[in-house]
Protein backbone atom coordinates (compact mmCIF):
# COMPACT_ATOMS: atom_id res chain seq x y z
CA UNK A 1 0.00 0.00 0.00
CA UNK A 2 2.66 2.35 -0.51
CA UNK A 3 2.60 4.79 -3.35
CA UNK A 4 2.62 2.87 -6.77
CA UNK A 5 3.97 4.81 -10.01
CA UNK A 6 2.08 3.09 -12.86
CA UNK A 7 3.83 5.13 -16.32
CA UNK A 8 2.00 8.14 -15.77
CA UNK A 9 -0.18 8.00 -13.11
CA UNK A 10 -0.20 7.17 -9.40
CA UNK A 11 -2.68 5.83 -7.49
CA UNK A 12 -3.70 6.28 -3.78
CA UNK A 13 -4.44 4.27 -0.80
CA UNK A 14 -6.66 3.39 2.02
CA UNK A 15 -3.95 3.20 4.67
CA UNK A 16 -6.39 0.98 6.89
CA UNK A 17 -7.46 -1.51 4.73
CA UNK A 18 -4.60 -1.23 1.96
CA UNK A 19 -7.25 -0.82 -1.02
CA UNK A 20 -6.65 1.37 -3.88
CA UNK A 21 -8.94 4.24 -3.65
CA UNK A 22 -7.87 5.96 -6.88
CA UNK A 23 -5.62 7.14 -9.27
CA UNK A 24 -4.25 10.58 -10.29
CA UNK A 25 -1.92 12.08 -13.10
CA UNK A 26 1.79 12.40 -12.31
CA UNK A 27 2.03 15.94 -13.47
CA UNK A 28 5.07 16.46 -15.68
CA UNK A 29 7.70 19.97 -15.30
CA UNK A 30 5.67 21.39 -17.83
CA UNK A 31 2.22 20.77 -16.99
CA UNK A 32 3.38 22.42 -13.71
CA UNK A 33 4.65 25.16 -15.82
CA UNK A 34 1.90 25.86 -17.90
CA UNK A 35 -0.62 25.91 -14.60
CA UNK A 36 1.78 28.15 -13.40
CA UNK A 37 0.81 30.44 -16.31
CA UNK A 38 -2.77 30.04 -16.51
CA UNK A 39 -2.68 30.74 -12.74
CA UNK A 40 -1.04 33.94 -13.99
CA UNK A 41 -3.59 35.19 -15.49
CA UNK A 42 -6.35 34.05 -13.06
CA UNK A 43 -4.66 36.03 -10.55
CA UNK A 44 -4.95 39.34 -12.37
CA UNK A 45 -8.69 38.67 -12.49
CA UNK A 46 -8.62 38.17 -8.88
CA UNK A 47 -6.37 40.87 -8.03
CA UNK A 48 -9.07 42.77 -9.97
CA UNK A 49 -12.20 42.04 -7.82
CA UNK A 50 -10.67 43.97 -4.51
CA UNK A 51 -11.23 42.36 -1.26
CA UNK A 52 -15.16 42.48 -1.42
CA UNK A 53 -15.05 40.62 -4.67
CA UNK A 54 -13.05 37.85 -3.29
CA UNK A 55 -14.73 37.57 -0.07
CA UNK A 56 -18.11 37.18 -1.60
CA UNK A 57 -16.68 34.34 -3.24
CA UNK A 58 -14.54 33.03 -0.68
CA UNK A 59 -18.20 32.98 1.26
CA UNK A 60 -19.50 30.75 -1.46
CA UNK A 61 -16.79 28.73 -1.04
CA UNK A 62 -16.53 28.16 2.66
CA UNK A 63 -20.53 27.60 2.37
CA UNK A 64 -19.86 24.78 0.00
CA UNK A 65 -17.28 23.07 2.63
CA UNK A 66 -19.52 23.97 5.35
CA UNK A 67 -22.96 21.82 3.96
CA UNK A 68 -20.62 19.17 2.18
CA UNK A 69 -18.36 18.57 5.18
CA UNK A 70 -19.30 14.63 5.63
CA UNK A 71 -18.64 14.01 1.80
CA UNK A 72 -15.43 15.41 1.93
CA UNK A 73 -14.75 13.97 5.57
CA UNK A 74 -15.60 10.92 3.80
CA UNK A 75 -12.47 11.11 1.29
CA UNK A 76 -10.76 12.58 4.34
CA UNK A 77 -11.07 8.89 6.53
CA UNK A 78 -10.42 6.67 2.96
CA UNK A 79 -7.09 8.67 2.72
CA UNK A 80 -5.68 9.12 6.23
CA UNK A 81 -7.74 6.42 8.03
CA UNK A 82 -8.19 8.67 10.88
CA UNK A 83 -12.06 8.41 12.25
CA UNK A 84 -14.93 10.55 10.62
CA UNK A 85 -14.93 12.72 14.10
CA UNK A 86 -11.65 13.65 13.41
CA UNK A 87 -11.98 14.89 9.76
CA UNK A 88 -14.60 16.69 10.55
CA UNK A 89 -12.22 18.62 13.51
CA UNK A 90 -10.25 19.66 10.95
CA UNK A 91 -12.36 20.32 8.50
CA UNK A 92 -14.30 22.26 11.37
CA UNK A 93 -11.15 24.30 12.03
CA UNK A 94 -10.20 24.72 7.97
CA UNK A 95 -13.26 26.53 7.42
CA UNK A 96 -12.90 28.55 10.59
CA UNK A 97 -9.73 29.93 9.48
CA UNK A 98 -10.88 30.53 5.74
CA UNK A 99 -13.81 32.53 6.85
CA UNK A 100 -11.22 34.63 9.21
CA UNK A 101 -9.20 35.30 6.73
CA UNK A 102 -11.57 36.45 4.18
CA UNK A 103 -13.00 39.36 6.87
CA UNK A 104 -10.22 40.27 7.84
CA UNK A 105 -8.05 40.88 4.92
CA UNK A 106 -8.89 44.54 3.77
CA UNK A 107 -8.46 45.68 7.66
CA UNK A 108 -4.84 43.81 7.35
CA UNK A 109 -3.83 44.39 4.06
CA UNK A 110 -5.51 47.60 2.86
CA UNK A 111 -4.22 51.32 2.87
CA UNK A 112 -3.04 52.37 6.00
CA UNK A 113 -2.02 55.32 6.80
CA UNK A 114 1.62 56.15 8.56
CA UNK A 115 3.07 59.03 10.31
CA UNK A 116 5.22 61.24 8.12
CA UNK A 117 7.95 62.55 10.80
CA UNK A 118 8.54 66.17 11.22
CA UNK A 119 11.30 66.27 8.33
CA UNK A 120 8.63 65.36 5.85
CA UNK A 121 5.58 66.56 7.29
CA UNK A 122 4.45 68.39 3.90
CA UNK A 123 3.72 63.87 2.55
CA UNK A 124 1.13 61.69 2.99
CA UNK A 125 2.46 58.33 3.86
CA UNK A 126 0.82 55.33 3.26
CA UNK A 127 1.36 51.28 3.16
CA UNK A 128 -0.93 48.96 1.30
CA UNK A 129 -0.53 45.51 0.87
CA UNK A 130 -0.65 43.79 -2.66
CA UNK A 131 -1.01 39.64 -4.01
CA UNK A 132 2.47 38.14 -4.32
CA UNK A 133 0.62 36.75 -7.69
CA UNK A 134 1.35 33.16 -7.98
CA UNK A 135 1.62 31.10 -4.70
CA UNK A 136 2.64 27.26 -4.80
CA UNK A 137 1.47 25.24 -2.02
CA UNK A 138 2.76 22.16 -1.01
CA UNK A 139 0.89 19.68 1.15
CA UNK A 140 1.23 17.19 3.57
CA UNK A 141 -1.15 14.11 4.45
CA UNK A 142 -1.59 14.28 8.04
CA UNK A 143 -4.29 16.74 7.54
CA UNK A 144 -4.82 16.99 4.45
CA UNK A 145 -7.27 20.26 4.52
CA UNK A 146 -6.37 22.39 7.53
CA UNK A 147 -3.08 22.04 6.77
CA UNK A 148 -2.93 22.96 3.43
CA UNK A 149 -5.78 25.56 3.94
CA UNK A 150 -4.07 27.06 6.15
CA UNK A 151 -1.73 28.81 3.15
CA UNK A 152 -3.79 28.36 0.58
CA UNK A 153 -7.20 30.42 2.54
CA UNK A 154 -4.62 32.99 3.39
CA UNK A 155 -3.33 33.22 -0.39
CA UNK A 156 -6.58 33.20 -1.80
CA UNK A 157 -7.97 35.69 0.77
CA UNK A 158 -4.61 38.28 -0.11
CA UNK A 159 -5.16 38.25 -3.35
CA UNK A 160 -2.88 35.44 -4.84
CA UNK A 161 -3.75 32.79 -7.23
CA UNK A 162 -3.16 29.29 -6.06
CA UNK A 163 -1.09 26.21 -7.62
CA UNK A 164 -1.50 23.43 -5.05
CA UNK A 165 0.28 19.89 -4.94
CA UNK A 166 -1.46 17.46 -2.50
CA UNK A 167 0.69 14.54 -1.08
CA UNK A 168 1.14 11.75 -2.92
CA UNK A 169 -0.92 10.33 0.18
CA UNK A 170 -3.87 12.42 -0.02
CA UNK A 171 -4.77 13.60 -3.63
CA UNK A 172 -7.78 12.93 -3.79
CA UNK A 173 -8.65 15.45 -0.59
CA UNK A 174 -6.87 17.82 -2.73
CA UNK A 175 -8.67 17.35 -6.20
CA UNK A 176 -12.06 17.50 -4.15
CA UNK A 177 -10.89 20.93 -2.27
CA UNK A 178 -9.95 22.26 -6.02
CA UNK A 179 -13.27 21.27 -7.84
CA UNK A 180 -15.44 22.81 -5.00
CA UNK A 181 -13.29 25.91 -5.23
CA UNK A 182 -14.10 25.92 -9.16
CA UNK A 183 -17.90 25.27 -8.86
CA UNK A 184 -17.97 28.28 -6.38
CA UNK A 185 -15.65 30.21 -8.90
CA UNK A 186 -15.99 28.94 -12.36
CA UNK A 187 -14.80 32.24 -14.19
CA UNK A 188 -10.52 31.62 -13.79
CA UNK A 189 -8.70 28.70 -12.10
CA UNK A 190 -7.58 31.01 -9.25
CA UNK A 191 -7.00 27.55 -7.18
CA UNK A 192 -5.90 24.94 -9.42
CA UNK A 193 -4.53 21.26 -8.76
CA UNK A 194 -1.50 19.67 -9.86
CA UNK A 195 -0.64 15.61 -8.54
CA UNK A 196 1.83 13.70 -8.65
CA UNK A 197 5.07 12.47 -6.59
CA UNK A 198 8.18 14.72 -4.95
CA UNK A 199 9.08 15.57 -8.53
CA UNK A 200 6.45 17.16 -8.83
CA UNK A 201 6.30 18.91 -5.68
CA UNK A 202 10.05 20.02 -6.89
CA UNK A 203 8.75 21.53 -9.99
CA UNK A 204 6.41 23.97 -8.73
CA UNK A 205 9.36 24.90 -6.75
CA UNK A 206 11.24 26.09 -10.11
CA UNK A 207 7.79 26.62 -12.09
CA UNK A 208 8.30 30.61 -11.81
CA UNK A 209 5.57 31.15 -8.60
CA UNK A 210 6.09 34.49 -6.30
CA UNK A 211 6.45 32.11 -3.19
CA UNK A 212 6.22 28.63 -1.80
CA UNK A 213 4.42 27.61 1.10
CA UNK A 214 5.84 24.28 2.36
CA UNK A 215 4.60 21.92 5.04
CA UNK A 216 6.25 18.84 5.98
CA UNK A 217 8.96 17.52 6.77
CA UNK A 218 12.31 19.49 7.65
CA UNK A 219 14.42 17.21 5.31
CA UNK A 220 12.00 17.89 2.50
CA UNK A 221 11.95 21.30 3.23
CA UNK A 222 15.52 22.18 3.08
CA UNK A 223 15.18 20.99 -0.49
CA UNK A 224 12.09 22.76 -1.65
CA UNK A 225 14.37 26.43 0.00
CA UNK A 226 17.72 25.04 -1.66
CA UNK A 227 15.36 24.80 -4.90
CA UNK A 228 13.65 27.95 -4.47
CA UNK A 229 17.03 30.11 -4.06
CA UNK A 230 17.92 29.09 -7.61
CA UNK A 231 15.19 31.46 -8.90
CA UNK A 232 15.54 33.98 -5.87
CA UNK A 233 11.43 32.45 -5.08
CA UNK A 234 10.63 33.30 -1.24
CA UNK A 235 9.20 30.14 0.86
CA UNK A 236 7.39 29.78 4.29
CA UNK A 237 8.28 26.52 6.10
CA UNK A 238 6.36 24.71 8.26
CA UNK A 239 8.01 21.64 9.02
CA UNK A 240 7.71 18.98 11.94
CA UNK A 241 8.33 19.67 15.80
CA UNK A 242 9.49 17.54 18.71
CA UNK A 243 6.91 19.65 21.10
CA UNK A 244 7.43 19.44 24.69
CA UNK A 245 4.54 19.78 27.40
CA UNK A 246 5.45 21.09 30.90
CA UNK A 247 3.42 20.21 33.84
CA UNK A 248 4.46 22.26 37.02
CA UNK A 249 3.95 21.55 40.99
CA UNK A 250 0.68 23.52 40.98
CA UNK A 251 -1.14 22.16 37.56
CA UNK A 252 -4.27 20.57 37.60
CA UNK A 253 -3.34 17.39 36.56
CA UNK A 254 -6.37 15.57 35.49
CA UNK A 255 -6.53 18.02 32.58
CA UNK A 256 -2.56 17.63 32.11
CA UNK A 257 -2.83 14.08 31.78
CA UNK A 258 -5.97 14.52 29.50
CA UNK A 259 -3.90 17.44 27.10
CA UNK A 260 -1.17 14.88 26.93
CA UNK A 261 -3.25 11.60 26.04
CA UNK A 262 -4.96 13.80 23.27
CA UNK A 263 -1.95 15.38 22.22
CA UNK A 264 0.26 12.73 22.26
CA UNK A 265 -2.16 10.15 20.68
CA UNK A 266 -4.55 11.52 18.75
CA UNK A 267 -4.20 11.59 14.99
CA UNK A 268 -1.89 8.26 15.76
CA UNK A 269 0.37 11.23 16.73
CA UNK A 270 0.89 12.26 13.16
CA UNK A 271 0.47 15.89 13.87
CA UNK A 272 3.33 18.57 13.75
CA UNK A 273 2.79 20.25 17.18
CA UNK A 274 1.25 16.75 18.92
CA UNK A 275 2.84 15.90 22.19
CA UNK A 276 6.02 14.61 22.20
CA UNK A 277 8.04 14.97 24.94
CA UNK A 278 6.63 15.68 28.65
CA UNK A 279 8.60 17.38 31.49
CA UNK A 280 6.97 16.85 34.86
CA UNK A 281 7.95 18.71 38.17
CA UNK A 282 9.13 16.03 40.84
CA UNK A 283 6.46 16.61 42.90
CA UNK A 284 3.72 15.66 41.06
CA UNK A 285 5.73 13.01 38.48
CA UNK A 286 4.16 10.02 40.34
CA UNK A 287 0.74 10.96 40.30
CA UNK A 288 0.77 12.43 36.76
CA UNK A 289 2.25 9.50 35.21
CA UNK A 290 -0.31 7.38 36.79
CA UNK A 291 -2.73 9.41 35.61
CA UNK A 292 -1.60 9.00 32.03
CA UNK A 293 -1.22 5.97 32.35
CA UNK A 294 -4.76 4.91 32.89
CA UNK A 295 -5.88 7.68 29.96
CA UNK A 296 -3.19 5.46 27.58
CA UNK A 297 -4.57 2.20 28.00
CA UNK A 298 -8.22 3.41 27.50
CA UNK A 299 -7.78 5.01 24.37
CA UNK A 300 -8.24 2.58 21.54
CA UNK A 301 -6.36 2.54 18.33
CA UNK A 302 -8.42 2.11 15.17
CA UNK A 303 -11.44 3.51 17.31
CA UNK A 304 -10.46 6.70 18.63
CA UNK A 305 -7.36 7.02 16.18
CA UNK A 306 -6.53 5.45 12.70
CA UNK A 307 -3.44 3.80 11.54
CA UNK A 308 -0.32 5.40 10.30
CA UNK A 309 -0.86 6.88 6.78
CA UNK A 310 2.11 6.17 5.68
CA UNK A 311 3.65 3.00 6.11
CA UNK A 312 7.32 4.38 6.05
CA UNK A 313 6.48 5.94 9.26
CA UNK A 314 5.75 2.97 11.26
CA UNK A 315 9.64 2.34 10.96
CA UNK A 316 10.64 5.62 12.37
CA UNK A 317 7.92 4.99 15.42
CA UNK A 318 9.48 1.09 15.92
CA UNK A 319 13.23 2.47 15.91
CA UNK A 320 12.88 5.73 18.26
CA UNK A 321 11.00 3.34 21.06
CA UNK A 322 13.78 0.44 20.63
CA UNK A 323 16.21 2.84 20.78
CA UNK A 324 14.43 4.27 24.32
CA UNK A 325 14.25 1.15 25.60
CA UNK A 326 18.07 -0.13 24.64
CA UNK A 327 19.20 2.85 26.59
CA UNK A 328 17.60 1.93 29.72
CA UNK A 329 14.06 3.96 28.92
CA UNK A 330 10.79 1.87 30.15
CA UNK A 331 7.45 1.24 28.41
CA UNK A 332 4.65 1.79 30.69
CA UNK A 333 1.91 1.39 28.09
CA UNK A 334 2.56 -0.37 24.89
CA UNK A 335 6.43 -0.46 23.50
CA UNK A 336 8.19 -2.18 20.52
CA UNK A 337 5.12 -4.58 20.43
CA UNK A 338 2.90 -1.73 20.52
CA UNK A 339 3.86 -1.19 16.59
CA UNK A 340 1.72 -3.66 14.37
CA UNK A 341 1.11 -3.50 10.00
CA UNK A 342 -0.83 -0.61 10.19
CA UNK A 343 -1.96 0.54 13.68
CA UNK A 344 0.40 1.52 16.69
CA UNK A 345 -1.21 1.17 20.24
CA UNK A 346 -0.46 4.40 22.60
CA UNK A 347 3.10 4.16 24.04
CA UNK A 348 3.78 5.56 27.42
CA UNK A 349 8.06 5.98 27.88
CA UNK A 350 9.83 6.67 30.93
CA UNK A 351 13.33 7.08 31.83
CA UNK A 352 14.64 7.46 28.68
CA UNK A 353 17.95 9.44 28.45
CA UNK A 354 17.82 13.42 26.81
CA UNK A 355 19.89 11.87 23.80
CA UNK A 356 18.02 9.33 22.60
CA UNK A 357 15.76 9.42 19.39
CA UNK A 358 12.56 9.01 20.83
CA UNK A 359 13.39 12.71 22.67
CA UNK A 360 15.48 14.39 19.94
CA UNK A 361 13.94 13.60 16.34
CA UNK A 362 10.23 13.94 15.06
CA UNK A 363 8.68 10.68 16.01
CA UNK A 364 5.01 11.84 14.62
CA UNK A 365 3.42 8.63 15.93
CA UNK A 366 1.26 7.46 19.30
CA UNK A 367 4.16 7.84 21.59
CA UNK A 368 5.17 10.06 24.60
CA UNK A 369 8.26 10.54 26.92
CA UNK A 370 7.49 11.71 30.28
CA UNK A 371 10.48 12.81 32.40
CA UNK A 372 10.80 14.34 35.85
CA UNK A 373 12.32 17.51 36.70
CA UNK A 374 13.17 19.26 39.86
CA UNK A 375 11.69 22.72 39.24
CA UNK A 376 10.20 24.40 35.86
CA UNK A 377 13.86 26.29 35.11
CA UNK A 378 15.08 22.51 34.39
CA UNK A 379 12.24 21.79 32.48
CA UNK A 380 12.40 25.16 30.64
CA UNK A 381 16.37 23.99 29.61
CA UNK A 382 15.43 20.09 28.69
CA UNK A 383 12.11 21.69 26.71
CA UNK A 384 14.23 24.55 24.85
CA UNK A 385 17.15 21.98 24.22
CA UNK A 386 15.78 20.92 20.70
CA UNK A 387 16.74 21.79 17.22
CA UNK A 388 13.02 22.01 16.62
CA UNK A 389 11.09 24.96 17.95
CA UNK A 390 7.35 24.71 16.74
CA UNK A 391 4.68 24.54 19.63
CA UNK A 392 4.05 23.81 23.14
CA UNK A 393 1.98 23.71 26.10
CA UNK A 394 2.33 24.66 29.73
CA UNK A 395 0.07 23.29 32.49
CA UNK A 396 0.39 25.76 35.56
CA UNK A 397 -1.91 27.73 37.86
CA UNK A 398 0.74 30.52 38.68
CA UNK A 399 3.00 30.68 36.16
CA UNK A 400 1.67 29.77 32.65
CA UNK A 401 2.55 33.25 31.09
CA UNK A 402 6.16 33.32 32.44
CA UNK A 403 6.75 29.99 31.32
CA UNK A 404 5.05 29.88 28.04
CA UNK A 405 7.56 33.13 27.46
CA UNK A 406 10.61 31.45 28.14
CA UNK A 407 9.35 28.35 25.71
CA UNK A 408 11.44 28.75 22.60
CA UNK A 409 8.74 27.71 19.86
CA UNK A 410 6.17 29.74 17.52
CA UNK A 411 3.28 29.46 19.91
CA UNK A 412 2.25 28.30 23.44
CA UNK A 413 -1.20 26.75 24.64
CA UNK A 414 -1.51 27.08 28.35
CA UNK A 415 -3.71 24.69 30.79
CA UNK A 416 -4.94 22.97 27.00
CA UNK A 417 -3.76 20.84 24.53
CA UNK A 418 -3.07 22.64 21.03
CA UNK A 419 -5.59 25.79 21.72
CA UNK A 420 -3.22 28.13 19.54
CA UNK A 421 -4.07 25.86 16.45
CA UNK A 422 -7.46 27.10 16.63
CA UNK A 423 -7.79 30.39 17.11
CA UNK A 424 -7.73 32.03 13.91
CA UNK A 425 -6.47 35.42 14.88
CA UNK A 426 -2.70 33.86 15.71
CA UNK A 427 -0.13 33.22 13.76
CA UNK A 428 1.27 29.73 13.47
CA UNK A 429 5.13 28.66 12.42
CA UNK A 430 8.36 27.64 14.05
CA UNK A 431 11.81 28.05 14.65
CA UNK A 432 14.92 26.69 13.98
CA UNK A 433 14.42 22.72 12.63
CA UNK A 434 10.52 23.63 12.29
CA UNK A 435 11.18 26.52 9.64
CA UNK A 436 10.16 30.09 9.74
CA UNK A 437 7.74 32.22 8.25
CA UNK A 438 3.63 32.68 9.51
CA UNK A 439 0.39 30.73 8.38
CA UNK A 440 -3.08 32.06 10.22
CA UNK A 441 -3.84 35.45 11.54
CA UNK A 442 -2.64 38.56 10.10
CA UNK A 443 0.82 37.77 9.92
CA UNK A 444 -0.67 34.64 7.74
CA UNK A 445 -1.99 37.41 5.33
CA UNK A 446 0.99 39.57 5.32
CA UNK A 447 2.97 36.40 4.39
CA UNK A 448 1.26 36.13 0.66
CA UNK A 449 1.26 40.13 0.59
CA UNK A 450 3.99 42.60 -0.78
CA UNK A 451 4.07 46.33 1.67
CA UNK A 452 4.10 48.73 -0.88
CA UNK A 453 5.02 52.04 1.15
CA UNK A 454 3.94 55.29 -0.72
CA UNK A 455 4.70 58.83 -0.30
CA UNK A 456 2.70 61.55 -1.63
CA UNK A 457 3.65 65.22 -1.32
CA UNK A 458 0.85 67.45 -0.24
CA UNK A 459 3.06 71.29 -0.36
CA UNK A 460 6.26 71.87 -1.14
CA UNK A 461 8.20 72.02 1.88
CA UNK A 462 9.70 75.26 3.29
CA UNK A 463 12.91 73.24 3.85
CA UNK A 464 14.05 71.70 0.76
CA UNK A 465 16.39 68.98 1.60
CA UNK A 466 16.50 66.50 -1.17
CA UNK A 467 17.11 69.16 -4.13
CA UNK A 468 20.80 70.92 -5.58
CA UNK A 469 18.84 73.95 -4.41
CA UNK A 470 19.27 73.20 -1.19
CA UNK A 471 21.24 75.89 0.56
CA UNK A 472 23.99 76.33 3.47
CA UNK A 473 21.68 78.22 5.76
CA UNK A 474 18.87 75.03 5.11
CA UNK A 475 21.62 72.55 6.14
CA UNK A 476 22.29 74.75 9.53
CA UNK A 477 18.69 75.03 10.16
CA UNK A 478 18.28 71.14 9.56
CA UNK A 479 21.67 70.47 11.33
CA UNK A 480 20.62 72.52 14.81
CA UNK A 481 16.99 71.29 14.65
CA UNK A 482 18.36 67.52 14.87
CA UNK A 483 20.50 68.32 17.56
CA UNK A 484 17.50 69.94 19.99
CA UNK A 485 15.49 67.25 19.00
CA UNK A 486 17.73 64.35 19.25
CA UNK A 487 20.60 65.65 21.35
CA UNK A 488 19.29 65.52 24.42
CA UNK A 489 20.99 63.34 27.47
P1 LIG B 1 7.77 15.24 3.00
O1 LIG B 1 8.40 16.39 3.64
O2 LIG B 1 8.63 14.31 2.23
O3 LIG B 1 6.59 15.69 2.01
C1 LIG B 1 5.79 16.83 2.21
C2 LIG B 1 5.31 17.33 0.86
O4 LIG B 1 6.44 17.69 0.05
C3 LIG B 1 4.55 16.29 0.03
O5 LIG B 1 3.56 16.92 -0.73
C4 LIG B 1 5.65 15.74 -0.84
O6 LIG B 1 5.16 15.13 -2.00
C5 LIG B 1 6.41 16.98 -1.20
N1 LIG B 1 7.78 16.75 -1.65
C6 LIG B 1 8.55 15.65 -1.47
N2 LIG B 1 9.78 15.85 -2.02
C7 LIG B 1 9.78 17.09 -2.55
C8 LIG B 1 10.75 17.89 -3.22
N3 LIG B 1 11.98 17.46 -3.46
N4 LIG B 1 10.40 19.14 -3.60
C9 LIG B 1 9.17 19.62 -3.34
N5 LIG B 1 8.21 18.91 -2.73
C10 LIG B 1 8.50 17.67 -2.32
O7 LIG B 1 7.02 14.49 4.12
P2 LIG B 1 6.47 13.02 4.11
O8 LIG B 1 5.07 13.10 3.69
O9 LIG B 1 7.36 12.07 3.37
O10 LIG B 1 6.63 12.71 5.66
C11 LIG B 1 7.95 12.52 6.18
C12 LIG B 1 8.07 13.11 7.54
O11 LIG B 1 7.72 14.48 7.53
C13 LIG B 1 7.16 12.52 8.57
O12 LIG B 1 7.76 11.42 9.11
C14 LIG B 1 7.00 13.62 9.55
O13 LIG B 1 8.04 13.56 10.48
C15 LIG B 1 7.16 14.87 8.74
N6 LIG B 1 5.90 15.54 8.43
C16 LIG B 1 5.61 16.70 9.06
C17 LIG B 1 4.43 17.33 8.78
C18 LIG B 1 4.08 18.59 9.44
O14 LIG B 1 2.90 18.91 9.54
N7 LIG B 1 5.01 19.39 9.84
C19 LIG B 1 3.46 16.79 7.86
C20 LIG B 1 3.88 15.60 7.21
C21 LIG B 1 5.05 15.01 7.49
P3 LIG B 1 4.87 13.55 -1.99
O15 LIG B 1 4.01 13.26 -0.81
O16 LIG B 1 4.17 13.37 -3.26
O17 LIG B 1 6.23 12.91 -1.89
Not at 47 to 66: K, N, P, T, V, Y
Not at 204 to 224: C, E, H, M, R
Not at 274 to 303: I, L, M, Q, S, T
Not at 476 to 485: E, F, S
Request: hydrophobic share 45%; charged share 20%.
Amino acid sequence: MTTVLTGETFESFNPATGEAVGTYPVHTAEQVEAAVAKAREAAAWWDSLGFAGRAERLAAWRSALAKRMPELGRIITEETGKPAGDAQLELVLAIEHLAWAAKHARKVLGPQRRSPGLLLSNQAASVEYQPLGVVGVIGPWNYPVYTPLGSVSYALAAGNAVVFKPSEFTPGVGKWLVESFAEAVPEHPVLQLVTGLGDTGAALTKAGVDKIAFTGSAATGKKVMASAAETLTPVVIEAGGKDPLLVDADADLDAAADATAWGAFSNAGQTCAGVERVYVHERVYDEFVAKVVAKAEDVDAGEQYGPMTMPAQLDIVRRHIEDALAAGGRALVGGAGAVGDRYVKPTVLVDVPEDCSAVREETFGPTVTIARVADMDEAIDKANDSAYGLGSTVFSKARGMELARRLRTGQTAINAPLSFAGIASLPFGGRGESGFGRIHGPEGLREFARPKAIARQRFTAPIALTSFARSKKTEAIVGRLIAKLHGKG
